[in-house]
């Protein structure tokens, strides 16, 4: 059973930092990879990052690639997502993913390519 709680979302200046965590509910995630989507008003939902379970292999959006790092931890319970050098076109509702097994490329990753979903948590990057 895979149950995603994500937390960390909030209201930041433009340039701060946020830090969002992801949590299996507790338990060891043993699947193919997890990732981080997020879907602003009246958009399409997107692809932010994703990270290879087992190898610890991370893939980003353009859009984001060089500002946000997502990592895991030991126990593999876990992935986060850190957000620096926030920007307004960052607002979104955040939603962690994860994929059971192989077969898709990660770089790309399509949210329906992912079997569990988390509850999604706001980031809203205003001044």
């Known amino acids: 059973q895979v149950q995603l709680v994500e937390s960390g979302g909030g209201l930041v200046q433009p340039g701060e930092s946020l830090r969002l965590s992801c949590a299996n509910s507790?338990?060891?995630?043993?699947?193919?990879?997890m990732g981080w989507f997020r879907q602003a008003p009246g958009k399409e939902r997107e692809f932010v990052a994703a990270?290879?379970?087992?190898?610890?292999?991370?893939y980003y959006a353009d859009s984001v690639k060089g500002r946000f790092t997502i990592s895991r931890n030991n126990a593999k319970t876990t992935v986060y997502l850190q957000m620096n050098s926030l920007k307004p076109e960052d607002t979104a509702i955040y939603y962690c993913?994860?994929?059971?097994?192989?077969?898709?490329?990660?770089?790309?990753?399509?949210?329906?390519?992912?079997?569990?979903w988390g509850q999604g948590t706001q980031v809203t990057v205003s001044s």
């Open positions: 993913a994860a994929r059971t097994s192989p077969g898709i490329i990660l770089s790309t990753s399509r949210g329906y390519e992912y079997d569990y």
């Open positions: 507790g338990r060891t995630f043993s699947g193919y990879a």
């Open positions: 990270i290879r379970w087992g190898g610890g292999n991370t």
